[in-house]
């Protein structure tokens, strides 16, 4: 059976980081307003740097985080083909100590929402490049890197902006929802 890594924030799920910003600036950000990776680079130093201690000491971003039109139901479908293994990062090197708490709510959630996924199959990491596995699915074309035969990006405002010739030299498909990597990855119920 072939391995299968799955990114979490911004491929399965998405919405939280960006409320948690919006939430501290009271203000009205849409995902499209920000075009990079760190939805807080936003703000000055000074404030992200007050941010950052706010959002580890409060908050904990999975409890209003919304799901990527079906992604959940095509992971499960992917499933039953494919051996997966959700792999997020959790680390944030300007907060080694304190993003530890991103774990445990990572877990959480997968577990809870992603009942057929074997938490021994949840990797909390800090780099996925050495996660050895057949495919590999995320938003952050970084994560792309190392091993995988077939590397899919899914579409977020952040990558828009790696041209398809950029990702076609990586050896990267863009996709741009769940319904384009159930049709890449499973073909009349068979897998790749």
């Known amino acids: 059976m072939k391995k299968l890594m799955i990114d979490l924030d911004e491929t ?25 990776y760190f939805v807080e680079d936003i703000m000055e130093d000074e404030e992200k740097e007050k941010f950052l201690d706010y959002f580890y000491k409060n908050v904990n971003i999975y409890k209003n985080i919304h799901m990527i039109p079906d992604s959940i139901k095509v992971i499960e479908a992917l499933s039953h083909e494919y051996e997966i293994y959700i792999t997020t990062a959790f680390v944030d090197k300007r907060r080694v100590y304190e993003s ?7 877990y959480q959630w997968i577990v809870e929402n992603m009942p ?20 590999k699915i995320d938003d952050k074309v970084s994560n ?6 077939i590397k899919l990006l899914l579409t977020q405002p952040h990558n828009e902006k790696f041209t398809l010739e950029e ?26």
């Open 144 to 149: 792309l890197k190392g091993y995988g035969d």
């Open 100 to 106: 530890g708490v991103m774990a445990m709510y990572k």
């Open 12 to 36: 399965i799920c998405t919405g939280g980081y960006l409320e948690a910003v919006n939430e501290y600036l009271k203000t009205d950000y849409k995902d499209t307003d920000i075009e990079t």
């Open 167 to 192: 990702l076609d030299e990586a050896g990267i498909r863009r996709v741009h929802d769940w319904a384009q990597v159930k049709a890449i990855l499973l073909k009349d119920g068979e897998s790749l």
């Open 116 to 135: 057929f996924i074997d938490p021994k199959k949840i990797i909390l990491t800090g780099s996925k490049d050495i996660v050895m596995c057949d495919i």
